[in-house]
């Protein structure tokens, strides 16, 4: 099978959906693989690095598109590579189609096989090509968190970990899954006083026992989160309703209860966010200020550490390209149900009924499609 890789053009996405590593190993099955001139820049890895696992360098992107059997990228096409999807041609990505029925509708119109990341599903219905972004913005929430905490940056001048007869910070974190849990790692592992809410008991009762001393756990209610408000230094936003926006968790009313800098991180922004007064930001520009609390609302925090955060997603993806491309993508999907989760589009057909019901367009079923 041909592979094209192109360079994602979408503002501040440095990653790229392919490792040299990953390009001998599809050289290794039989395949071919060309990528755009500069495609793994962003992330540090040259393009004599990939001529070196026998990929091929195309300096022109439409080359790449045009002669691609399957597409592998990072982010959802955008507007200006629509025209370059076609039919029958698989093109493996994250998608988020419910969030954007335009790009939907340029995917069904050009009878391609879009296979999205994000639905990709295990038996226990986790979903193994979000987690390590998850893991990534979870410990990048700490850590910038700790960043705005610093006076001139905003915060209320509170060092982490404290020192010998001062006491560290508070940091409260709103969630305790995949986010929750790597922000609770790094922020206690800095030292802090932490506590991690959630609404799960199991899962509660789990992170009591495996997580460090320093890490408290409290179930999540008002009344809870109202309590601890005017002695927390840090608040991270780490809840999921799947499928739905996120609970607003603390309302713009409750900022009066915390004290001058104090720092909220809302890495659910992309969910719609779990504070009232969350809007989102960029790495350009990541906080701003309201009644005197610091707000950093990034939506793609792993876009600021490329080199990490590609090694995490293309060790988790390229087992399934690679099954793509030796496979074919209907054998493959046929063989493996959680691919088959990953199944949004294909050949003109909605088969995933989340996104034909959020457009109200019409449902076909995957089976009709392999
Ligand atoms: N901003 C970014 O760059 C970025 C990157 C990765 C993930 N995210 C987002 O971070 C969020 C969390 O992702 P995750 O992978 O940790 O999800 P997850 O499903 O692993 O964890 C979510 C947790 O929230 C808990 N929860 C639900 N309602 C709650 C409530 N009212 N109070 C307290 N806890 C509650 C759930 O029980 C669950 O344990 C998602 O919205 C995800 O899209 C953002």
Redesign the pocket.
Known sequence: MIIGVPKEIKKHENRVALLPVGALQFKRNGHIVLVEKGVGEGSGFSDQAYKDAGATIIEDVEEVWKRAEMIMKVKEPIAEEYPHMKEGQVIFTYFHFAAEEKLTKAVVDSGCIAIAYETVEKKDWS?PL??P??E???R??AQEGAKYLEKPLGGRGVLMGGIPGVPPAKVLV?????????SAKIASGMGADTII????IP?LRYLDDVMEKNVRTLF??EANIRRLLPSVDMII??????GAK??H?ITREMLKEMRAGTVLV??????GG?FETSKPTTHDDPVYIIDDVVHY???????AVPYTSTLGLTNVTLPYAIQLANKGWKQALRDDDELLKGLNIALGKIVYKDVADTFGLKYTQAGEVL
């Open positions: 979903l979000l987690i972004m998850s990534v913005a979870g990048m929430a709103l969630g305790g899954g995949i986010v929750g849990v790597n809410m959630d609404i799960n899962r999540s209610n936003g780490a809840v999921l309703k799947p996120a609970p968790l809302d890495v659910s922004i992309d969910q779990c609302c990034v939506a793609n925090m792993p876009g």
